[in-house]
């Protein structure tokens, strides 16, 4: 008996497929794309095929992220607040707070060790502080999302950026460029303000972080330069799990798996 | 707008008439439509007003009375906000200004307000209203009336309040002709009175564990009845609700839509145009809005033969008035009394009040247990309205609340 979790978000459509015990037996990222049903047939099929499985080996599948949906076939859709929650915890058992930085949305959670959510917030109506926003970034450089990264190894970090919008941080990068900044610096300078926008969301919700172990997942998680600026931003160390993007499918998978063997029965009803 | 309100009371007489089409939320908005309908039809001499005037009182004075935000509400609510929301911007607003505010500022430019024989604007609830009032007095050529609701409840404040009301009613009475006849007043108050005693058994009944009133029955009751107060129709309207509530309860519970798992207080303003997300609350996850913030009678029955002492406390018990630990004093007492889950504060775009002391309410409902889920709304624009997000945050909310232990158990 398997269990499957699919996050679809805007920028991947991850796939985490799990056993009996919860463990992961295979995983698949792909790009989302302009058609999202496309890409989560796609990350299905690389997942299922990895694991060497078919449909009737699934006992109970649950979607996340924003296109949660439009999976078909799914026992239920869980946000991917809880999700991410979940995920982490089977990977990184102490973690009690989780910093997200996705495609369109970066959140922080708080939850605690069974993963029952505490409290939460998220990005509002911005791209600033997302993958988008660095995405955008390696466009104005031309470079790599890859090699955007590790660009700043080595900046002494005196760069601003003073735009948080995406589109005016765009030109702004540009003129810097053109006014013979160095890469390294205008790197460094956007990847303190991603950390800078993240960082007033986590203290919103955890004013005092000295008992709350914090990991990071989703894709901005594999940025080297904007981890190490959120450590020095929240002044805490913060624990990576090895595959950062695939955290909420496991989630996912986690919540089918509970669910449908009986477990983690939601509260009684008020009345 | 007179021919929207003319459409809108003909097809509800029609729903209302027709077998089981009688509930009490079409009974509110047949009425409220009326009300619309008495504002524009030229036949009624209208006063615009701010959110805490004295509408009883008006009303004694023969005025069809409103504040101005109800006609925001209005075009929002009909699904024609953004041609009087452009204007407004055109003529120079801001857009991160409140846009109840800014509709009625396109409203008025576009010459759908009718020009009132009275502007009598508050203090209360916000500082833009008064703005706003002050915009339409210079735009109409009307003198504007202020009054300056003090912060607290002492002898003295009161004395300043009703000071104030005594020359607004002479100062109505030099612009208009029109007297208050004191017998009028003390019937209309007693009238009033008696609504409001109507309108707490409604509060009472929502307050049943599970609630008898769907997520969006009391939608903007509290707020809005006020402007039927001393009218018989404020007294019918609130019956038509009680009755229907105690009904549901007799017959064994619940609001008849959904089965209730979470219950929830919603702070302030509602989202006044089309949203399917308080419905999907409801309907796919049970989480049931039991109380809005507004929907809370702060003040005691006012004395018929010495009115103006009771309408002035009245004022100034607005739960928006005042230091902001009375407010969440309120919303504690609130959230105790209907023994809420968790509460949603929209934190509608642009409003002081709303978001400048989000954090202290998420505060002081966390210290009885009841967390608060903080949203970035614009309640009357919805053209900026992120729906998937917006969906994401609710569900999250739903879900974190049914993984806790509920407050009260
Ligand atoms: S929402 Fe806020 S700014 Fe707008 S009318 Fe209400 S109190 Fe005033």
């Known amino acids: ?271 | 707008m007179l021919q929207q309100f003319e459409r809108t009371i003909d097809a509800l007489e029609a729903k209302l008439a027709a077998p089981q089409g009688n509930t009490p939320r079409r009974r509110y908005a047949l009425e409220f439509a009326r009300l619309g309908k008495r504002l524009y039809d030229g036949r009624h001499p209208v006063a615009w007003c701010g959110v805490v005037a004295p509408f009883d009182l008006l009303n004694a004075m023969g005025f069809t009375s409103c504040f101005v935000e109800f006609v925001g509400a209005s075009l929002a609510s009909s699904g024609v906000v953004d041609t009087f929301l452009d204007r407004a911007e055109q003529d120079g607003l801001v857009p991160d200004m409140c846009a109840y505010h800014r509709a009625v500022a396109g409203a008025a430019a576009l010459g759908m307000m009718p020009v009132p024989q009275v502007l009598v604007a508050t203090s209360c609830p916000c500082f833009a209203g008064q703005a706003t009032m002050e915009n339409l007095a210079r735009l109409m050529e009307r003198e504007l009336i202020f009054l300056h609701v003090p912060l607290e409840q002492t002898p003295e404040a009161v004395r300043y309040l009703v000071d104030q009301l005594e020359s607004m009613i002479t100062q109505i009475t030099a612009l208009t002709g029109r007297r208050l006849d004191p017998d009028k007043l003390a019937r209309t108050i007693e009238r009033s009175n008696r609504a409001v005693a109507v309108i707490e058994e409604v509060f009472e009944l929502a307050a049943h564990i599970p609630s008898p009133s769907a997520s969006r029955e009391l939608k903007d009751f509290g707020i809005a009845m006020p402007l039927l107060f001393g009218r018989p129709e404020a007294i019918e309207l609130a019956q038509v609700f009680r009755d229907a509530f105690a009904g549901r309860i007799r017959s064994g519970g619940g609001n008849g839509v959904t089965k209730e798992r979470v219950r929830l207080l919603w702070i302030q303003n509602r989202i006044q145009f089309r949203e399917p997300l308080v419905k999907m609350l409801e309907q796919e996850l049970g989480a049931v809005v039991v109380v809005d913030e507004l929907n809370h009678v702060t003040w005691d029955p006012i004395d018929p033969q010495n009115p103006l002492e009771g309408i002035a406390r009245r004022m100034i018990s607005n739960p928006f008035n005042g230091p902001i630990e009375s407010r969440i004093s309120k919303l504690q007492a609130l959230a105790r009394r209907y023994r809420v889950d968790g509460a949603i504060n929209p934190c509608n775009w642009g409003c002081r009040q709303g978001a400048g002391a989000r954090g202290l309410m998420q505060t002081g409902l966390a210290e009885i247990g009841v967390p608060v889920l903080n949203l970035e709304v614009d309640c009357v624009d919805p053209r900026s309205f992120a729906e998937g997000q917006l969906r994401t945050r609710l569900e999250a909310f739903v879900e974190m609340l049914e993984a806790k232990s509920s407050p009260w158990s």
């Not at chain 1, 296109?67 to 991917?80: D, K």
């Not at chain 1, 990184?92 to 930085?101: G, K, S, Y």
């Not at chain 1, 104005?140 to 890859?146: C, F, R, S």
């Open chain 1, 1 to 271: 008996m398997y269990f499957l979790g699919i996050d679809i978000g805007s920028l991947s459509c991850d796939t985490v497929i799990i056993d009996q015990t919860s463990g992961i037996v295979a995983s698949a990222v792909v790009p989302t794309g302009a058609r999202n049903v496309k890409a989560i047939e796609r990350s299905k099929a690389d997942a299922m095929s990895l694991a060497g499985l078919i449909d009737e080996d699934i006992a109970a599948l649950v979607s996340t992220g924003y296109g949660r949906r439009r999976v078909a076939g799914r026992s239920a859709a869980v946000t991917e607040i809880s999700c991410h929650a979940r995920g982490i915890l089977h990977l990184l058992p102490e973690t009690r707070l989780l910093i997200d930085i996705g495609g369109q949305d970066s959140k922080a959670i708080v939850f605690d060790g069974e993963g029952n959510v505490a409290n939460f917030s998220m990005n509002d109506k911005c791209a600033a502080g997302t993958g988008r926003f660095l995405e955008a970034m390696a466009r104005a450089l031309e470079v790599d999302i890859i090699e955007l990264a590790q660009l700043d190894r080595g900046a002494r970090g005196e760069l601003t950026l003073s735009s948080m919008c995406t589109v005016f941080a765009e030109s702004e990068v540009v003129s810097l460029i053109a006014d013979g900044a160095e890469v390294k610096e205008i790197v460094a300078g956007l990847n303190r303000s991603v950390a800078n926008r993240v960082q007033s969301m986590v203290k919103r919700i955890a004013p005092d972080l000295s008992c709350l172990p914090v990991a990071m997942s989703g894709g901005v998680a594999y940025n080297e330069g904007v981890v190490r600026s959120l450590q020095t931003q929240l002044d805490v160390e913060i624990a990576i799990p090895e595959k950062p993007d695939i955290v909420g499918a496991l989630g996912a998978a986690l919540v089918a798996r509970e669910r449908a063997l009986g477990q983690g029965e939601k509260r009684r009803p008020t009345e």
